[in-house]
């Protein structure tokens, strides 16, 4: 029984290091890996080397080998990330404003681990400090943690929400009362993240950033049935809310010059239908939430931009803009 706990444990720490240390541009020795074997206490030669990673190729690990000098070397090509894929991760934590700067640096450490030491040492030397504000709240994980829970058991949370006034100190909002939602998804959108929820109490969804969360606790009491059918309707929902934040949706037609096509596509979606009305121009019919958001996206294309219908929004719009002239 010893000596079979012995021949296990050989073949993980075989395994992890040749995982951890080799790919094709590193493969590993046979008296290297016998001699990094033997400084953890594992006794190893040529011979059983040879027999346990046949071993390990027949169960499906996929160990590669190739001559290097006169002896012959091994390494681990296949792994479940490639070089891109996590540059793309790590590149994207951060970017992320709502990840602090301390578990910044935590994550792109061990998302450069996954893809060995040797490249972990090329993909953190070509990290790029994006100078993204980051946010501060560390609680943002436990948040995560416990909403994914909730979400999971369909269960109610309790949690205290807060803003940030002038000297970056927080005021809770309706004085530190807590809120009682039923949670429905976690969205990631435009650097933050957010609890979709609704409120059976007001009978309508809600959003709330996590990095303003605190003190979340599962309750044990479900979520309701309405609660339970709007997940169905998570794209919807997001489609309407985060393009446009809340406020009424509608469908609106906008004339713009061909310079805004990417914008109106990076916007409203890729599927967007848009007819030419012009040599240089294309209008477009798009649903939106009306919103002051709304607005302050129309009028920073002031002049490329036009909104044709519907006739009370051309009024509205109209009217904000006199009140900007003053």
Known sequence: MVQDNYRKIKLLRLLELLRQDTDEQHPMTTSQICARLGQIGIVCDRRTLSKDIALLNE??????????????????????????????????VQAASFITEKKTAELLEKIAVLGGS???????????????????????????DALEQAI??????????????ENCEKVYRRD??????????????EDNYYLLCYSSRHQKTSTYRLDRMESVELLDECITEKALELKSEIADYTEQVFKMYAGDAVDIVIEFKDNLIGVVFD?????????????DKCVATVKVQISPVFWGWLFQFAGEMKLLSPDNLIEEYKARAKLIMG
Request: with cysteine; net charge neutral.
């Open 59 to 92: 169960q499906g690990y996929e160990i590669m080998d190739t001559p290097v000098g006169h002896e012959k070397g091994y390494f681990v090509e296949d792994r479940s990330f490639s070089v891109p894929e996590l540059k793309i991760l790590m590149d994207a």
């Open 118 to 144: 040797h490249r972990a040492e090329i993909l953190k030397g070509n990290v790029v400090n994006f100078k993204t504000a980051k946010h501060s709240n560390e609680q943002i994980f436990y948040n995560v």
């Open 152 to 165: 999971d058991r369909q269960k109610k949370v309790l949690f205290r929400y807060f803003d940030l006034n």
């Open 176 to 189: 530190g009362h807590r809120y009682v939602v039923e949670p429905i998804a976690l969205i990631f959108n």
């Open 267 to 279: 916007k409203f979606g890729e599927d967007t239908k848009m007819m030419r009305c012009g040599p």
